[in-house]
């Protein structure tokens, strides 16, 4: 509006000084009167006028333009200028770690975040090139993001490196790196931004470490086992390699456990776990299941029998004493061996195979290893029919007792018998008592079989005192499975009650490991028993650890001293000294001594000189069936005489 209101003024100006030059210069009117003279000079002094207005007019316009225009460029730079400021502000007082980066990794601008995180002065880092202070391995990688920055892919790029300071320490950083281009869009330098991810990455390498490894000994555990065997099972296939699986537990650890207390066991677990990744190589593998129980992963075997100096070393490492909170500790360990190919295909196959030698190992004797063969798979399948058959035989009135008699040294009188299990079986006729006992005990049939032990040896000496034998005793074994029975008591009371025998020709036998797997319990148990008015008997005395200094602690009635140290007591002073000990502080106990396994004259003569009270053996028969016993009740042996009421009803 305003130039169009100039250039009116202009255009009015030019048409009146116009009409003056053609009034006073038109040769048509060379004589003007005067009147019109001084008009038309009048009218050209406002024409001149009007420019003169005008030409004011447009420099004032003008003026005001650039005024204008100044203000804006002014407004402009201080915009910029606290843009500027902002930017400085946030660079340098914010807590990230920031930098500017040229194109080919050299800083050309740190803050002092970053300069405190990675302990270089900023004069230092805007010397050196930001992609040196990462992990070399990582710069490939980085390449190709970078490339893909360049290309316009993507427009920030986002890692994780391990970073090097000043110091040489080496920390965890996440780091964004943003491309910045120039008006033309042509790349002109890197933003990065570092964070210090160090605590994060710790925290994570922990989980995924507790996630891999057993907490007590550090060791693998089965999850890392689980992932080590798929690893290595890959490796061997291809390169048609060997490897050896150990699967070892540690012997009797539960009784120690209960023995020393569970800290000491965990103490003891930890040594023999340092113990054992010493014995193999780095390339090895030792992990823990749980509880006592390792499986060692050889890899690479040539000869089996490399492995089998590493097993024995392994025996060798554990049996070296242990010493905890001041207590020496020897222990021993079983191994069973599988190898794969040839055993087992995979972690199960080789877990299995592996499993069965240990057993045979345990079997063996413990404290020995044992290769996996074909034939222990037999042996496990046969074992899966003999616990079939097993649970067949009560129907089937395939069990039966036999009895064996003990007689009182000094009267020669048979003071009682002990009743032992015996399977008529043409299948199984080998298996021993202790075997069925066993199995009966891990297949839970040893409850029903011991009721039916229990009633058969009461109902038996039912008999033997209706028929005259009226002192006569009756010894039942006992398992730790049946002291763990809640109603054990109430069943012995209803069988003695039922099948109508005074409680006190009743005796219990029960084994000293019984008494260390379990002691709370099982001195429960015996409490309840004494209080029914039943006999105690400790049996196989000598082989656990219940010591001779603990017998005080029992109320028991008998001491049955173990068949392995009779059997010596005459070629052997060790097991002579023992059992004269035993016999010795029993008797001063109040405790009846009774030696078990008595075979020959010269046993019975040192035990009688010994001073043992009664004994249980060959010398004066096997274990012999009803018929035959109510016979040997009868007409006893030379060396031992009948009870006096049975002598009355001997014809
Ligand atoms: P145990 O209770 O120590 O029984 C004594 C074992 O020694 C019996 O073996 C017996 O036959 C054997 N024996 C007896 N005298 C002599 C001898 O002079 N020389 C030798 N060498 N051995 C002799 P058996 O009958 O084979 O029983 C073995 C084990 O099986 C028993 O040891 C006991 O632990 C267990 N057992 C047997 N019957 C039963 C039972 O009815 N219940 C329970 N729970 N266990 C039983
Ligand atoms: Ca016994
Ligand atoms: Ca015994």
Redesign the pocket.
């Known amino acids: 509006m305003k130039r169009i209101s100039s250039a009116t003024w202009i255009g009015l100006a030019v048409v009146v000084v116009g009409s003056i030059l053609f009034i006073e210069f038109n040769p048509y009117n060379p004589a003007g009167s005067g009147f019109a003279k001084t008009t038309l000079y009048l009218g050209y002094c406002a024409g001149l006028l009007l420019l003169t207005l005008a030409l004011l007019r447009l420099i004032t316009l003008e003026r005001r333009k650039i005024t204008e225009l100044d203000s804006e460029k002014r407004s402009t730079e201080i915009q910029l200028h606290e843009e500027k400021n902002r930017f400085q502000i946030m660079f340098e007082q914010t807590n990230n770690c920031v930098a500017l980066v040229s194109l080919d990794g050299r800083f050309t601008r740190v803050n002092q975040s970053l300069c405190e995180l990675l302990g270089y002065s900023e004069s230092e880092l805007l010397v050196m090139n930001y992609f040196y202070l990462l992990n070399q391995n990582d710069l490939n990688n980085l390449q190709i993001s970078i490339h893909e920055l360049l290309e316009n892919k993507t427009n920030t790029h986002e890692s994780e490196h391990e970073c090097f300071k000043k110091n040489g320490e080496v920390i965890w950083i996440k780091t964004s790196l943003s491309l910045m281009r120039d008006h033309t869009g042509k790349p002109n330098y890197y933003i990065v931004q570092l964070q210090n991810i160090t605590m994060q990455k710790k925290a994570e390498e922990r989980l995924h470490h507790m996630a891999y490894h057993d907490a007590l000994t550090g060791l693998a555990n089965r999850n890392k086992l689980e992932q080590f065997i798929t690893h290595l099972l890959a490796v061997a296939k291809r390169a048609h390699q060997c490897f050896a699986l150990l699967f070892l537990d540690l012997d009797g650890f539960k009784n120690i456990n209960d023995t020393i207390g569970h800290d000491a066991g965990d103490l003891l677990l930890q040594v023999i776990a340092e113990r054992l990744r010493n014995t193999v190589r780095t390339t090895d593998m030792v992990a823990r299941l749980g509880g006592d129980e390792f499986v060692l992963l050889i890899t690479d075997v040539k000869r089996s029998e490399d492995v089998a100096v590493i097993a024995q070393k392994i025996l060798d490492n554990v049996l070296q004493a242990i010493v905890i909170k001041s207590h020496e500790i020897y222990i021993t360990t079983s191994v069973g061996i599988s190898i794969y190919p040839d055993d087992g295909e995979n972690l199960q196959g080789l877990m299995k195979n592996a499993d069965l030698a240990l057993y045979r190992a345990k079997e063996q004797g413990r404290n020995n290893y044992q290769f996996y063969t074909q034939e222990m798979t037999g042996r496990a399948q046969e074992k899966l029919a003999l616990k079939n058959a097993l649970g067949h035989a009560i129907s089937k009135n395939e069990f039966i007792?036999?009895y064996?008699p003990k007689m009182d040294i000094r009267s020669h009188r048979i003071t009682g018998v002990?009743?032992?299990?015996r399977w008529k079986n043409n299948e199984f006729k080998d298996i021993?008592?202790?075997e069925i006992?066993a199995l009966a005990e891990e297949s839970g049939l040893i409850i029903p079989v011991?009721e039916w032990?229990l009633r058969t040896a009461c109902k038996q000496l039912r008999k033997w005192h209706d028929a005259g034998f009226t002192s006569l005793t009756m010894a039942?074994?006992?398992?730790a499975r049946q002291f763990k029975q809640s109603t054990f008591i109430d069943d012995v009371l209803a069988v003695i009650t039922e099948i109508g025998i005074p409680s006190i020709f009743l005796e219990i036998?029960i084994t000293e490991s019984m008494i260390m797997k379990d002691p709370e319990n099982t001195l429960r148990i015996l409490d309840a028993l004494k209080a029914l008015g039943v006999k105690i008997a400790i049996?196989?005395f000598g082989t656990g650890y219940w010591s001779i200094g603990n017998l005080r602690k029992l109320s028991v009635d008998k001491i049955k001293i173990d068949?392995t140290f009779i059997k010596q007591v005459t070629v052997d002073d060790t097991s002579a000294d023992i059992t004269s000990a035993i016999i010795a502080m029993v008797n001063k106990l109040g405790i009846i001594s009774v030696a078990?396994?008595?075979?020959t004259q010269e046993q019975y003569d040192f035990l009688a000189h010994e001073g043992c009270r009664e004994i249980?053996?060959?010398?004066l028969t096997?274990?012999i069936p009803e018929e035959m016993m109510t016979d040997f009740l009868k007409h006893p042996v030379p060396a031992a005489e009948s009870t006096d009421d049975a002598d009355k009803v001997t014809p």
């Not at 002990?418 to 299990?421: T, V």
């Open positions: 007792l036999y064996q002990e009743a032992l299990l021993t008592p202790d006992i011991s032990i039942v074994n006992c398992t036998e049996d196989d068949k078990e396994g008595v075979e249980q053996g060959y010398y096997k274990p």
